[in-house]
């Protein structure tokens, strides 16, 4: 389990630069400035915390208790997918009630670090 939080992070990271790039090549045009600016928030995000959950694999490798550890990914992924998910959605089609989804994404990215954090704290004397 511990090369799939590696897996998830380095697939994520490919998706944002993507993301990224067809966003700033392809969409750019065709946005309002301010959807624009909504799309490229989503993919800042997208990319520190694809960033996040590479690390959260690595330290999978160090620390002997790892329950927090995929606690804290799951978070991290689950916000990936609402926060810029959502983003990513209203950007392109406009849709507002997406915007409710938004918040959720970022409890999720809030609680994924919080447990990264207690999974530090836990795991202190390890190095």
Known sequence: MRNYFVFLGSINAFLAVSLGAFGA???KSHLSSAMFTVYQTGVQ???SHA???LAIGILMHFWSNTRSLHIAGWFLLGGIILFSGSLYVLSITGMRTLGIITPFGGIAFLIGWLVLAI???QNKDKG
């Open 25 to 27: 090549h392809g969409l």
């Open 45 to 47: 995000y997208h990319m």
């Open 51 to 53: 960033l996040g959950l």
């Open 119 to 121: 999974a530090a704290w």
